[in-house]
């Protein structure tokens, strides 16, 4: 069936370092992406999203890329910090499911001092 | 900008007692509203979606239910809550718009209702 998942589950890295989080996504219909970052005992915050028509979008220290030969996608964090301690959560949206996202298992991210 | 209110943050009950979940939403008129639950350590399930009052999708056939009396108000309910029943559960509400295809609005979520269903 459809689904979103994450290749792995955790990601240690060390402060400063550079994080990447991948997702796979097996709906070449996806036309909307969205990841998410939930901290503990909270909602999940919006980071950063790309439609499909695009292969790569900035933000502040994130950048997004978008494979959809491969239906890849991945949020790149730079300088990471302690701060960004959390699950990263990708999602996606395609126009025939009307406005409801489906979520992937989520990447617990923990920064190293 | 829009803010979604969720209460109470923590919540136990016992097998068979009802349940009452409240959301409410701010900075926006006639928003999309959605109740999910995230099970520990994983992914959020859509549970309901709703683009208008009285209007209500469920996703997946349950033991809970959802209203939606007001244009900024959404409730999940249960008469008789089950072990199952018990997780996090979260409201989200994206702006109007995105049930027509305008999707480029994302969805904003409140911090949640811990339910622990003993």
């Known amino acids: 069936g459809e689904s979103v998942g994450l290749h792995l589950p955790t990601l240690s890295v060390q402060e400063g370092d550079n994080s990447i989080i991948n997702c796979a996504y097996s709906n070449s219909a996806s036309d909307y992406f969205i990841w998410y970052k939930q901290e503990s005992g909270k909602g999940p915050q919006f980071i950063i999203d790309i439609r499909s028509n695009m292969d790569k979008r900035q933000g502040q220290r994130v950048t997004v890329l978008l494979n959809k030969t491969v239906k890849h996608l991945s949020l790149q964090i730079a300088a990471t910090q302690p701060g960004d301690s959390a699950v990263y959560f990708c999602?996606?949206?395609?126009?025939?499911?009307?406005?409801?996202?489906?979520f992937g298992e989520g990447t617990q991210l923990t920064v190293n001092p | 900008s829009q803010t979604i209110h969720q209460w109470p943050a923590t919540l136990v009950q016992p097998v068979g007692s009802p349940l009452s979940l409240e959301c409410t939403v701010e900075?926006?008129?006639?928003?999309?509203l959605y109740w999910y639950r995230q099970a520990a350590g994983r992914g959020l399930q859509l549970l309901f979606y709703?683009?208008?009052?009285?209007?209500i999708s469920s996703e997946v056939p349950q033991n809970l239910s959802a209203s939606r009396p007001q244009d900024r108000q959404f409730i999940l309910s249960s008469k008789k809550l089950l072990l199952s029943d018990s997780g996090f559960y979260l409201c989200a509400g994206s702006p109007a718009g995105v049930a027509q295809g305008v999707y480029n609005s994302p969805l904003h979520f409140g911090n949640g209702t811990r339910l622990t269903v003993t």
């Open positions: 999602a996606e949206m395609r126009e025939t499911s009307g406005s409801r996202l489906t």
């Open positions: 900075g926006t008129s006639n928003p999309n």
């Open positions: 709703s683009v208008g009052i009285g209007q």
